[in-house]
C-alpha cells in the first residue's frame, strides 16, 4: 500500500465549476500537507499548506484536512481555464522527506 | 530571478552510457534533492543534500550518484544508465531553519529516454 493515495483522474470541468480534488494517507505522523500545482512540462509549484485539521482558504482555493480520516482535499471554485495542470498532494513528518501522490490531471473546459 | 536550472532538458541515450545531469540553484539554499517522476507513481525522491558534502538516500537510489561540492550545484549522475531509468527528473532546493513545511523550488525537469 502506497503512503499517500491519490485518483490519477483525469478530470473535465467546465468553467466556473467547483474542482474537489483529494488524497489518503497512512502515515498518522504527517504533519505537514501540502498542494503543488504542475502545468505541462514545468515543474510542481506549491500552492498552499496546512498543518493542522480543517480549512485554509486563499483566494478561490481551499485546502481541507480531517487528521482522523487521514483525508486531504483541495477545492478550487469558480475554476478557470488556467487552472488546468497536475495537482500533487504532499505529506511530511518535518524532515524534508516529503511523501508525494500521483497527482490528479485537471482540464478546465472554456 | 530566483530559480533552479537543470540541464539538457532532454536526453537520449544508451544503455551503459554514463550521464550527468546537472542541477544550480542561486537562491543560497543549503537543501537540494532529486526526485524522478513516472505516470502513477508520482515523485519520488532519489538523493538529497542538506549542505555541502553532506548527502543522503532517499526512496530509490539505485543506479544513481550525487555530489554536492559547492552550495550552489548538486547534479544527478547515471554510471551505467539503464531502461528502467527512463523518466522525468526533477532538481529541487529549499532553505531548512524556518518554521512551516518544506517549500521547494522545482527545476524544470530533465526527460531522459534510455534505449
Known amino acids: 500500500q502506497k503512503e499517500v493515495e491519490q485518483d490519477p483522474g483525469p478530470l473535465s470541468v467546465p468553467e466556473g465549476a467547483i474542482v474537489s480534488l483529494n488524497c489518503t494517507y497512512s502515515?498518522?505522523?504527517?504533519?505537514?500537507f501540502m498542494w503543488y500545482r504542475q502545468y505541462s512540462r514545468k515543474g510542481p509549484e506549491l500552492l498552499m499548506y496546512?498543518?493542522?485539521?480543517g480549512n485554509k482558504e486563499d483566494g478561490r482555493f481551499t485546502a481541507q484536512v480531517d487528521k482522523s480520516s487521514k483525508y486531504i482535499s483541495l477545492f478550487i471554485r469558480d475554476s478557470q481555464p488556467s487552472d488546468s495542470a497536475t495537482y500533487l498532494c504532499a505529506m511530511s513528518l518535518g524532515d524534508y522527506k516529503l511523501s508525494f501522490g500521483a497527482g490528479t490531471t485537471v482540464t478546465v473546459r472554456a | 530571478e530566483a530559480q533552479v536550472t537543470q540541464n539538457p532538458r532532454y536526453l537520449i541515450t544508451v544503455t551503459g552510457k554514463k550521464l550527468t545531469v546537472t542541477c544550480s540553484q542561486n537562491m543560497n539554499h543549503e537543501y537540494m534533492s532529486w526526485y524522478r517522476q513516472d505516470p502513477g507513481l508520482g515523485l519520488r525522491q532519489i538523493y538529497y543534500s542538506m549542505n555541502v558534502e553532506v548527502t543522503d538516500k532517499g526512496d530509490v537510489p539505485e543506479g544513481y550518484k550525487v555530489s554536492r561540492k559547492e552550495k550552489r550545484n548538486f547534479p544527478l549522475i547515471l554510471e551505467s544508465p539503464s531502461p528502467n531509468q527512463t523518466s522525468l527528473y526533477f532538481c529541487?532546493?529549499?532553505?531548512?531553519?524556518?518554521?512551516?513545511?518544506?517549500?521547494?523550488?522545482f527545476g524544470s525537469g530533465t526527460q531522459l529516454s534510455v534505449l
Open positions: 496546512t498543518y493542522s485539521s
Open positions: 529541487a532546493s529549499s532553505a531548512p531553519g524556518r518554521t512551516g513545511p518544506e517549500k521547494l523550488f
Open positions: 502515515n498518522s505522523a504527517f504533519q505537514y
